[in-house]
């Protein structure tokens, strides 16, 4: 990976292709948003190897993101609270749901980087399938 600062930004060279990093949402991605980015994809990814692995069929799963962060420690992010819902026709209890959530914070490697600083919460709900309609959670 490369970065290079310039005009108020950064550019990140990357395997995918570049990536504008800036505090100022119209120059680019904002850091938090990367940051928050980074957990969802690893753990949207994961459930759904896990899901896969479980023989659990599902349509989609949408990841909601609310965050608690401090103003007055420099803004840290203190609290993560992700809510999955995976859109099923499988019936799935609470239980069997909050099971997978531990597989989920247990097993992904950007949550692990980030459990002794920041409080992690997942939680994961089943719901019938709809149709998709091009909107996200």
């Keep these: 990976m490369k970065f290079t600062y310039y005009n108020d930004k950064i550019i990140g060279e990357l395997e995918y292709g570049f990536l504008p990093v800036s505090p100022n949402s119209e120059m680019g991605y904002r850091p938090f948003e990367l940051f928050v980015s980074s957990l969802v994809g690893c753990s949207s990814s994961l459930l759904a190897n896990i899901l896969k692995k479980k023989r659990i069929e599902y349509n989609r799963i949408d990841i909601k993101v609310s965050a608690v962060r401090n103003p007055d420690k420099a803004n840290k992010i203190e609290q993560l609270a992700f809510s999955a819902r995976v859109q099923s026709e499988e ?47």
């Design 91 to 137: 019936p799935f209890g609470e239980h069997q749901a909050d099971k997978l959530a531990g597989l989920v914070i247990k097993n992904c490697g950007m949550i692990q980087s980030v459990l002794g600083s920041i409080d992690v919460r997942f939680q994961i709900t089943f719901t019938p399938d709809q149709p998709n309609k091009g909107d996200v959670a």
